[in-house]
């Protein structure tokens, strides 16, 4: 299958590698790649790993156009009041029958229903598993292996950037230093605010909750709450308790719609929320007819986030 890349950042070069090791047994090929700072690369014969890059492209229509891919990968940026851009590009690819896979989580954040909508009118596929959990399978896990299953809820903790942060300011250092080692490690956002003041924990649990709960919700409707005031004392003394705390995302279905919160939450240190450290993950999926299910991803990295996608696009060519 042919593919044309939107972006090109530490996701996109990881992807880029995992293609070129899987390519005897998946045989997909980049024809096309656009960057906001390196321009644009064109290849009808697959892409090397570390393409060299041309002029920009004048837009995304005339970068879909040229690259004459089946699926777009949409690997832009969060922005997390609007979706935008990336909302823009999925959109101009389902108007030329491509299939989409993104891991930027702003889409299915704002304007997922839409999508699907458009998606579906299309005859196209879109798969968004890199969003919430890296590559750990939630979406699809729901849609392959809990035939009609509904999700009364759920309860996450799914924010590297903060838990780095609280880890650092447990031995004693400043949440900016802490900061600074999740920048270092490549998992904070572009901006680390998103991540501390609890917009990339809001624009996940609204992903979570419009896909598997029929919400309707953005992060901006979310009551978000992020840990830009917890301070390395505050931490210290609850370590002296046996507590800590985590930015904790909840969901419930509540008077016939559904309610999703961020907060920095106080747990014992033997609670399972507490248990994730660094760039783990856990989230919870309370259900009518599992009980409470969940998926737990231990210390994912970049390669993780770019096998999400690459098994969304293996799902995509087995699906057509």
């Avoid at 690819?93 to 458009?118: D, M, Q």
């Avoid at 596929?125 to 896990?141: H, I, K, L, Q």
């Avoid at 308790?241 to 909840?250: D, F, G, S, W």
């Amino acid at each position: 299958m042919r593919l044309a890349l939107i972006g090109f950042g530490h996701v996109g070069r990881a992807f880029a590698r995992l293609l070129v090791a899987k390519r005897p047994v998946f045989p997909f090929r980049i024809a096309g790649i656009t960057t906001a700072r390196h321009g644009a690369a064109f290849d009808d014969r697959g892409l090397p790993q570390e393409p060299e890059f041309g002029p920009p492209v004048e837009s995304i229509e005339q970068f879909l156009d040229r690259a004459r891919a089946e699926v777009v990968v949409e690997l832009t940026t969060l922005n997390p009041a609007t979706g935008e851009p990336a909302i823009s590009h999925i959109r101009a690819a389902f108007a030329r029958k491509c299939h989409v896979a993104t891991a930027n989580k702003g889409p299915i954040a704002h304007a997922y229903a839409a999508l699907k909508a458009e998606a579906d009118r299309a005859g196209v596929c879109f798969r968004f598993e890199s969003t919430v959990m890296d590559g750990a399978p939630v979406f699809n896990m729901v849609r392959n292996c809990l035939p009609g299953v509904v999700v009364e809820g759920f309860t996450g903790v799914l924010n590297s950037t903060s838990k780095i942060a609280i880890d650092a300011m447990r031995e004693g250092l400043t949440m900016e230093e802490g900061i600074r080692r999740a920048q270092q490690l490549g998992v904070a956002e572009a901006d680390a605010s998103f991540d501390i003041d609890g917009w990339d924990s809001a624009a996940k649990g609204a992903a979570l909750a419009n896909v598997l709960m029929d919400a309707g919700t953005t992060p901006l409707e979310v009551d978000r709450r992020g840990i830009g005031r917890l301070t390395t004392d505050r931490i210290l003394d609850l370590m002296r308790q046996e507590k800590t705390i985590a930015l904790v995302t909840r969901a419930k279905r509540s008077g016939g719609g559904v309610r999703v919160r961020v907060r920095a939450e106080v747990l014992p240190s033997t609670d399972v929320l507490a248990s994730v450290k660094g760039t783990s993950n856990l989230l919870l999926l309370h259900t009518d007819l599992m009980g409470t299910v969940g998926t737990v991803s231990i210390s994912p990295g970049v390669e993780q986030t770019a096998y999400g996608v690459f098994s969304d696009v293996v799902d995509i060519a087995r699906s057509v």
